[in-house]
């Protein structure tokens, strides 16, 4: 199975896909679903939210045709915030949740995620996936909380 690559140009924050010669990039589409699920405003919880915020999400969950099936994540709630180790915890689990379908839908059996800070306000962010036959895939991201 293929899909169109998206490559993420960490210096301008932008996503884009990419042209091979004449045509679009395409990759097995591990790494777009990934993108897809950490980068996607999710929608929020109604305790995520201070009383002048709006609920947010992506406007194709009102479409699924799977009762329930979300896309994205909450991390797009941290901003703007400051970068501290509660932040830094919050963001982990915001991402550990948005790839949690990839195990329930038996794309992967294990998923590990590794964050580190990189004061003021950007972390590293590590998705480590071992897919059912024992394949192990690393991803490599810079998400900033302002």
């Not at 699920?37 to 915020?53: C, V």
């Not at 797009?76 to 990839?102: M, Q, S, T, V």
């Not at 003021?120 to 998400?143: C, M, N």
């Amino acid at each position: 199975m293929t899909d169109i690559a998206i490559n993420f140009d960490m210096e301008n924050g932008l996503f884009d896909a990419l042209l091979l010669g004449n045509d679009l990039q395409k990759d097995d589409g591990l790494e777009t679903a990934i993108y897809i699920s950490l980068f996607t405003n999710a929608r929020a919880n109604d305790d995520d939210l201070t009383p002048n915020q709006e609920r947010g999400g992506w406007w194709g969950d009102a479409f699924s045709p799977v009762k329930d099936d979300k896309i994205g994540s909450r991390l797009w709630l941290l901003h703007p915030g400051k970068l501290n180790n509660e932040i830094a915890k919050k963001a982990r689990d915001y991402a550990l949740e948005a790839l949690n379908w990839l195990i329930a839908d038996g794309v992967a059996k294990q998923i590990e995620i590794e964050f580190e800070r990189q004061p003021p306000s950007t972390v590293a962010i590590k998705v480590i996936l071992t897919k059912p036959e024992g394949i192990i895939h690393k991803f490599d991201y810079i998400w900033k909380a302002v």
